[in-house]
């Protein structure tokens, strides 16, 4: 079966069921941190897919989990039992990539602990979305390439072995332009997080406007170097420092910040300029 087949079995399924659950887990990914929305709470991709599929499904029941700076042990100690209470029909997971961060850091262990959620995920009927990151070959977490990479080919495996689908943004060449991120560099973009909404869309057959792969229009005139390295200071003394005294301390972003949505409630469809 092709992919493009095992998304529309996938999407008639799903579409077909009603209420639908769907349950989102991980860390500031998919919390939604870049993303604020018109309340001032961050919105996010996984808001904004669960809004797609609530445009195809005549009753959407969401929960998002996630919570920002989360290691992956702490996800699936915190998060997956709720999870699993609430018997989704749909979960996507996402998680490794604070763990994959830290010096020392082993990849092969991650995907292990990783394995352990989706195979309880799976026994209990859910369809699981897993996600590779995307390239930062050519960023400032260049060093830690081969580590981010051995982690991505280890979820792609556990995909292959459990019936997990897959959303690789490695290959979103679109996710590699600046203006896909927020001025921490570490987070997505709204447009960014538009975008991979629709990526998650089309992995799964889920009716949706437009493609999360499409080109950029053409980029402002790129700024002089002096500008560019003011611009690197600023970010340095704003994000980058308060980031690694966060390390040096033992403490995270998401120390006291509760779920924003721990309950699976209805959702209704936005219009399509909203999504």
């Keep these: 079966m092709s992919g493009n087949d095992e998304a529309a ?4 399924g799903l579409l077909a069921r009603s209420p639908l659950t769907y349950v989102a887990v991980g860390d500031s990914f998919t919390e939604g941190v870049g993303d604020p929305g018109a309340d001032g709470a ?3 991709w996984a808001d904004r897919f669960a809004e797609h599929l609530a445009g195809a499904v005549p009753e959407v029941r969401y929960a998002n989990l996630a919570v920002r700076g989360k290691l992956i042990r702490q996800i699936v100690t915190d998060q997956l039992p709720r999870a699993l209470e ?10 490794g990539g604070n763990d994959v961060l830290r010096p020392g850091a082993d990849p092969d262990a991650l995907a292990r602990i990783l394995e352990h959620a989706v195979r309880r995920l799976r026994a209990q009927g859910a369809e699981v979305v897993l996600f590779t990151g995307v390239n930062v070959s050519g960023g400032y977490m260049r060093a830690r390439i081969g580590h981010f990479a051995r982690f991505y080919l280890n979820i792609r495996s556990i995909a292959d072995r459990h019936g997990c689908h897959v959303v ?4 979103m060449a679109a996710l590699t332009d600046p203006r896909a991120w927020d001025d921490d560099r570490l987070h997505m973009s709204p447009e960014g997080h538009r975008r991979l909404a629709l990526k998650v869309c089309a992995v799964l057959g889920v009716p949706a406007e437009g493609s999360g ?12 170097r002096a500008e560019a390295a003011r611009e690197n200071v600023r970010w340095a003394r704003e994000f980058l420092v308060p980031w690694v005294g966060r390390r040096l301390t033992g403490r995270s972003s998401g120390d006291g910040v509760r779920p924003k949505r721990p309950d ?9 300029a909203d999504r």
């Design 264 to 272: 699976a409630l209805p959702l209704r469809p936005q219009s399509p």
């Design 42 to 44: 961050f919105r996010g």
């Design 86 to 95: 609430l018997e989704p029909d749909l979960v996507t997971l996402c998680a």
């Design 9 to 12: 079995g996938t999407a008639a």
């Design 213 to 224: 792969d499409e080109p950029w229009p053409p980029a402002p005139a790129a700024e002089g």
């Design 168 to 171: 690789d943004q490695w290959s």
